[in-house]
C-alpha cells in the first residue's frame, strides 16, 4: 500500500474524520485511539464492525474520539 494513499484515509469510526491510519504489519492503526482495521488481500477493511477495539475499550462509544464528538 502506498503512503500517499495510506494519507488519504481516515478513520471511519471518528466522527470528525481526524484520525489518520498507519500500517502496521497486518491492521491500519487509528493513530487518535488505536483501533485496528484488517487488511485483506492488499485492500484495508474500514467498516466498523471489522474493527479490533483497543483492550481497555469495551464498545465503540467508549473512543476518546465518540466521547469528545458528544461532549461538544
Known amino acids: 500500500m502506498?503512503?500517499?494513499?495510506?494519507d488519504t484515509l481516515r478513520c471511519p469510526i471518528d466522527p470528525?474524520?481526524?484520525?489518520?491510519?498507519?500500517?502496521?504489519?497486518?491492521?491500519?492503526?487509528?493513530?487518535?485511539?488505536n483501533v485496528?482495521?484488517?487488511v485483506k488481500q492488499g485492500l484495508p477493511v474500514l467498516i466498523a464492525s471489522e474493527a479490533v477495539l483497543p483492550d481497555n475499550c469495551p464498545?465503540?462509544?467508549?473512543?476518546?474520539?465518540?466521547r469528545r464528538a458528544k461532549t461538544r
Open 2 to 6: 502506498e503512503q500517499t494513499f495510506l
Open 16 to 33: 470528525k474524520r481526524e484520525g489518520t491510519l498507519v500500517r502496521d504489519r497486518e491492521n491500519l492503526v487509528c493513530q487518535c485511539c
Open 36 to 38: 485496528l482495521f484488517p
Open 59 to 66: 464498545s465503540i462509544d467508549r473512543l476518546p474520539c465518540r
